[in-house]
Each structure stands twice: as C-alpha cells, then as structure tokens.
C-alpha cells in the first residue's frame, strides 16, 4: 500500500463546475497536508495547506481533512480551463518529511 | 514565496559523459530533496539532505550522486550518463513545506 494514494484520473469537468480532487494516506500520525498543483512540464506549485480536522477555503479553493478516515481532499469552485493540471496531495508526518500521492489530472473542458 | 535555482534548464549530453545538475537556494533552508520525474508520471525521491554534510538516499535508487558543503547548496552528479537518465530532475527546499526550483530536463543520447 502507497502511504498517499490518489486517484490518477483522468478527472474532466465542465467549466464552472465543482471539481473534487481526493487524497488518503496510511500514516496515522501524520501531522500537515497539502496540496500541489503541477501544470504539463513546469514544476509542482503550493496552492493549499490544512493541518486541522474541517475545511479551509482559500478563493476558490477548499482543502478538507478527516485525521480520522485517514482523508484529504481540494474543492475547486467554478472550475476554469486554466486549472487543467495534475494536482499533487502531499502529507508531512511526524519526523517533518513529506510524502507525495502519485497525482490526479484534471481536464476542465470549455 | 521561495527562490530557488536550478541550472542548467535544459542539458542535452552524450552517453558517458559526466554531468553536474546544480540547485541554490536562498531561504536559509536546511532540507533540500532531489526529484526525478518522466513526463506525466509521479515524483521519485532520489537524494535529500537535513543540512550541511548531511546526504541521504532517497525511495528510487539512482546512479547520482549529492553533496552539501554549504547550506545554500545541493549539487547531483552523474559521473557516467545514461539513455536511461533522460528524465526531468527537480529540486526543492522546506521549511514547513516543500518548495520546488524549475527543473533540469536531461537528454542523454
């Protein structure tokens, strides 16, 4: 077992839809997670982080987290072409090392 | 926002020959990670470092090589290339969380 798993994908939405991008990992001690966004060729960028059990909006972004389903997962409100990337889950454990899901690529379709 | 550096962006070598991937950062981090990564697939952790003289192997094995002298600092060798390290190589620094540099894309022929 992976100690982050994501659904490869691919993910394809419609413009201006809600796109739900999903994430759990293995490690129950594992204290930060977060979320990459990597466009084809460029390297990964942070776009979200969450260390708390609920969600946490940031613009149209919403990072959720249950520790206790061991599950993370990015919320993309009206869904536009320019999100159509691969997104990266990440989650740091206790020893402050990360650990990166294989990603999901999401295609927002005009 | 972090900086950091890669060179060169582009390399392309011939088989055998030896090559050095260089990565600076400026933040004062002191863990910086290698990446390899093929087109469309995921992340490989190959090298990383917890500080100066500290370097260990990462979770893909690899025929590079790292080195930490100074904090700033987190060159890969290859002293031999390879058709098979053609890939694209990244590099990245942490403080609570991992910041990434552009990338190397290497092709080796």
């Known amino acids: 077992q992976k100690e982050v798993e994501q659904n490869s994908g691919p993910l394809s939405v419609p413009e201006g839809a809600i796109a739900s991008l999903n994430c759990t990992y293995s490690d129950r001690g594992s204290q930060s997670f977060f979320w990459y966004r990597q466009y084809s060729g460029k390297s990964p960028e942070l776009i979200m982080f969450?260390?708390?059990?609920g969600d946490k909006e940031d613009g149209r972004f919403t990072a959720q987290l249950n520790k206790a389903s061991q599950y993370v997962s990015l919320l993309i409100r009206d869904s536009q072409p320019s999100d159509s990337a691969t997104y990266l889950c990440a989650v740091g454990n206790n020893n402050n090392d990360m650990r990166f899901g294989a990603g999901t690529r999401l295609t927002v379709k005009p | 926002e972090a900086d950091i550096y890669q060179t060169p962006r582009y390399l392309v070598i011939g088989t055998g020959k030896k090559i050095t991937l260089e990565c600076s950062q400026t933040?004062?981090?002191?863990?910086m990670y290698w990446y390899q990564q093929d087109p469309g697939m995921e992340l490989h952790l190959i090298h990383y470092s917890y500080g100066v003289n500290s370097t260990e192997k990462g979770d893909l094995s690899s025929e590079s090589t790292v080195s930490r002298i100074r904090t700033e600092h987190f060159p890969l060798t290859l002293e031999s290339a390879r058709p098979s390290h053609t890939s694209q190589y990244l590099c990245?620094?942490?403080?609570?969380?991992?910041?990434f540099g552009p990338g190397t894309r290497l092709l080796v022929l």
């Open positions: 933040m004062g981090h002191d863990k």
């Open positions: 990245a620094s942490k403080f609570e969380t991992q910041y």
């Open positions: 969450i260390y708390s059990n």
